[in-house]
Nanobody
């Protein structure tokens, strides 16, 4: 059984930082790109960031470039998302995701979804 266990999130003031973690199990890590999508109220899900577990290639959505950093542990079981200089527009439910082989911008191409974790940024 594939499990993507997300943790972290919470409430922070604008300009602050938060860190998310995603512990993955039940998949062959070199075959997947692990990352995060988010969904704000009334909006579609959008790709935030992902990392290819096979070669470490990272991708970021345009709105978070320069502020968020994704990384993975050496055991390739956990992925971290460090979020700095948070803005109210970052408020959303963040979902840990796994997509076969490559990072994708499309939620339709995600193979596995974890439970969401709420991130709220106050102005």
């Amino acid at each position: 059984e594939v499990q993507l266990q997300a943790s972290g999130g919470g409430l922070v003031q604008a300009g602050g930082s938060l860190s998310l973690s995603c512990a993955a199990s039940g998949i062959t890590f070199d075959d997947y790109a692990i990352g995060w999508f988010r969904q704000a109220p009334g909006k579609d899900r959008e790709m935030v960031s992902c990392i290819s577990r096979s070669d470490g290639t990272t991708n970021y959505g345009d709105s978070v470039k320069g502020r968020f950093t994704i990384s993975g542990d050496d055991a390739k079981t956990t992925v971290y998302l460090q979020m700095n200089n948070l803005e109210p527009e970052d408020t959303a439910i963040y979902y840990c995701t796994a997509a076969a082989v490559f990072c994708t911008l499309s939620a339709l191409e995600i193979d596995y979804w974890g439970q969401g974790t709420q991130v709220t940024v106050s102005s």
